[in-house]
């Protein structure tokens, strides 16, 4: 009962933070190579 619980969690947390944190890499790494 506890491993898909888990397993829930992980995949809601993964694609929350997923795209958010490839979104503002892109941002910074851009601006700081135009510079």
């Known amino acids: 009962m506890e491993e ?3 397993n ?3 995949t809601i ?3 929350e933070t ?3 944190t490839p979104e503002t ?3 910074i790494d ?3 190579s135009s510079t």
């Open 4 to 6: 898909p619980v888990a």
């Open 25 to 27: 890499t892109p941002t």
């Open 30 to 32: 851009f601006q700081c």
């Open 8 to 10: 829930e969690d992980a």
């Open 18 to 20: 997923a795209p958010e």
């Open 13 to 15: 947390s993964a694609p």
